[in-house]
């Protein structure tokens, strides 16, 4: 399954989509990166005059990437253009560490630590362009093909 | 091992994921996890997996399926031990 592919399955869009690319993708893991706009709609408000990436949203792109990308991909031999993927975040605990500004480029890393009985739970960094943890932490998600 | 001591061990795995504290205090074989102690579906699958390793055995969804409340889970746990 190709990175395009599993863009195209995600149920999200602007301005809600915080997928640029999948870069790897495996049965382990997954690799891929976003790049917040200047005018992303949350800046206008977070914060008053000084636009920073609300925690919620960077929490937002580690789980688009991470567990729905990653569940698509496991999920590849059940859907069909009549049998959707299907997806509810079930529990995150992330720690944040350095703040993420318009324009910037991030990069989540995602390892599987299990999918099973429709339950995926990874661990999720997110790295800034030089490298630097952004956040880090656990993310579930349940997700069918219906 | 006796139903009374797989209940017993049930009880501690189910505890961190109920809702309902009245139901949980009054847990009984008849109790049903969503039902009665409102457990979402992502924590039943934490309940399966901490039973695998409790017990040291293997679910399969035919299993899971089943494994909605202490009798049914109990039932699954005891097959599963003797096979």
Redesign the interface.
């Known amino acids: 399954m190709k990175s395009s592919e599993i863009i195209k399955l995600l149920p999200y869009q602007k301005p809600f989509l915080f997928v640029d690319e999948i870069s790897d993708v495996s049965e382990n893991g997954i690799i891929g990166n976003y790049t917040f706009q200047q005018n992303e709609f949350f800046y206008e408000g977070h914060f008053k005059e000084n636009p920073i990436t609300p925690g919620v949203i960077l929490t937002e792109t580690m789980a688009q990437i991470g567990v729905v990308c990653l569940g698509i991909f496991l999920l590849k031999n059940e859907i069909s253009s009549a049998k959707k993927p299907q997806i ?1 975040l ?2 995150n605990e992330v720690d944040f560490f350095l703040p993420v500004l318009p324009k910037e480029k991030v990069t989540v890393i995602s390892t599987k630590e ?1 999918f ?4 995926l739970k990874c661990s999720v960094k997110m790295m800034n362009s030089k490298n630097e943890l952004v956040c880090r932490g656990s993310i ?3 997700i069918i093909a219906k | 091992m006796t139903k009374e001591e797989i209940i017993k061990k049930l009880t501690t795995i189910v505890k961190p994921y109920v809702q309902n504290e009245e139901g949980f205090k009054n847990i009984s074989e008849e109790t049903d996890f969503i039902n009665d102690l409102e457990i979402n579906s992502a924590n039943l699958v934490d309940i399966i997996l901490d039973v695998e390793d409790e017990f040291d055995i293997e679910i399969d969804n035919d299993a899971m399926e089943k494994m909605l409340s202490v009798k049914a889970t109990v039932a699954i746990i005891q097959e599963k031990m003797n096979a």
């Open positions: 509810a079930t529990s299990y099973r009985f429709n339950k579930s998600g349940m």
